[in-house]
């Protein structure tokens, strides 16, 4: 650590007083002031990702009970999202908010501290050391305000601690763009699914005699008109299929689940599967190979295939990305295409979509303790099958998508690492900040 970095008690560096916020009071529609919520705030890795209801403040209560940018937002309380003391950093809102009562606003003075890199301090290991030690364990575990002003924090020089919120902060940006370019694709690849699928509005269209507004070869392969099926009108030319028509349904092995290694191979675990159909691998649970051998007994997954939870999340839906191979943890199973029908994305939105989605609601089994989806279930759901010429059509349109999803979120996993590994460094003075910059560089942020 350089001889410019020592410790001072926080309070020292605050603008004013720590500050408790308001009871909450009831919400109101469409008028009062935004109110931060702990659940909701510790809830969301990005402050500017919140919903707030809204409540009536008076002006007084405004005034002191504001929250603005760079301000630091500690939970007074743990909750099943936060560990008491856990901080978050208020990102600038474009209107007045307040905060409630089981959070503890902390305002910084600019000219001695920056609230981007203490937000980063109380993230690191050291900085959660800190506040653990306040921690009291009564009724509910919490902290005191009194307690956290007096805390010992490091403080480098003003510019060191910006040029760190800097870099951390960059890695969190392209982590939050990221993310929000996903949820545009995934709306995409939704929206073209329940058009072409659901919807059927291609067809419509050219009914009623109006444009489809798609490129004439692809206008060109929906037909004009509908005819009745066991589901209602669907277009003319096309069928209720099955997934067992398209599919193998592969169940998971029902034994102990093997003990987790320090190396080996993948075994799927239900955290590893997101509800936008994307295969998390930023924590995998490996096993040994012996083990390994066991659980891929009855199916390896690897590209393509889909894999659905039957109990818990009961449905979640999973696709496994390029270069990915893995055993099938408990309660879930896979699904794997027949060579015949070599459309993964129709598979995977299918299981996403509404339709997909009534289908595997109006098949589960209600137990006592939990509902589960029978595996003898799967084969069973229904969907509507359009000639392969439209299947090859939406494949193409609706894959590339996927594809950039898969992508952004690998990268995700990466910058979120590259975050993890330089934050205590940074936060400790290990490494120089030229050091971790050009490291920005080699990763293209």
């Not at 008076?58 to 002191?64: A, N, Q």
């Not at 099943?80 to 007045?96: R, T």
């Not at 929906?222 to 277009?235: Q, V």
């Not at 239900?270 to 924590?283: R, T, V």
């Amino acid at each position: 650590m350089s001889s410019e970095w020592y410790a001072v008690e926080f309070q020292e560096l605050f603008l004013v007083p720590l500050r408790n916020g308001l009871t909450r009071p009831k919400a109101v529609r469409g008028s009062g002031v935004k109110m931060i919520n702990m659940g909701e705030l510790f809830a969301n890795e990005r402050i500017g990702n919140l919903r707030m209801d809204r409540v009536p403040v008076t002006d007084k209560e405004l005034s002191v009970n504001a929250v603005y940018p760079g301000d630091l937002l500690f939970a007074r309380q743990s909750l099943v999202l936060a560990g008491a003391g856990k901080c978050s950093l208020f990102i600038e809102d474009n209107e007045p908010v307040v905060f409630e009562s089981h959070l503890i606003r902390c305002r910084l003075d600019p000219a001695k501290a920056d609230g981007g890199f203490y937000s980063y301090y109380f993230r690191s290991k050291s900085g959660r050391a800190k506040v653990e030690s306040i921690v009291e364990q009564v009724s509910a575990a919490g902290i005191r305000g009194s307690d956290l002003a007096k805390l010992e924090v490091v403080h480098p020089p003003l510019t060191t601690q910006k040029a760190i919120a800097h870099i951390l902060g960059t890695l969190d940006d392209k982590i939050e763009l990221n993310r929000k370019t996903n949820e545009t694709l995934e709306a995409m690849a939704k929206a073209l699914f329940k058009s072409w699928f659901v919807d059927f509005d291609p067809v419509r269209a050219k009914a009623e005699g109006r444009p489809t507004g798609l490129p004439a070869e692809i206008s060109d392969l929906f037909p004009d008109s509908f005819e009745d099926s066991e589901l209602g009108e669907i277009p003319s030319g096309w069928v209720i299929g099955t997934v067992d028509s398209i599919a193998e349904v592969i169940d998971c092995l029902h034994s102990k689940k093997p003990d987790q290694q320090e190396k080996g191979k993948q075994l799927l675990q239900l955290n590893n599967i997101k509800d936008n159909g994307l295969l998390d691998q930023s924590q995998k649970y490996l096993i040994s190979e012996d083990d390994y051998n066991k659980w891929s007994s009855r199916i390896e997954v690897k590209e393509g295939d889909c894999v659905i939870t039957n109990v818990g999340r009961v449905g979640a839906v999973a696709q496994i990305p390029k270069n990915v191979e893995a055993a099938m943890g408990r309660n879930m199973t896979a699904i794997r295409l027949k060579g015949a029908f070599p459309h993964p994305t129709f598979l995977l939105e299918y299981l996403l979509s509404a339709l997909g989605r009534e289908e595997i609601r109006i098949n589960i089994d209600e137990g006592t303790i939990l509902n589960a989806l029978n595996v003898k279930s799967i084969p069973s759901l229904r969907f509507f099958r359009s000639p392969d010429s439209i299947l090859n059509a939406y494949e193409r349109s609706a894959r590339p998508l996927r594809e950039a999803m898969e992508y952004s979120l690998n990268e995700n996993q990466s910058l979120s690492a590259l975050r993890d590994t330089l934050l205590p460094k940074l936060i400790s003075g290990q490494i120089r900040i030229p050091d971790a910059e050009k490291m920005l560089e080699e990763v293209g942020v």
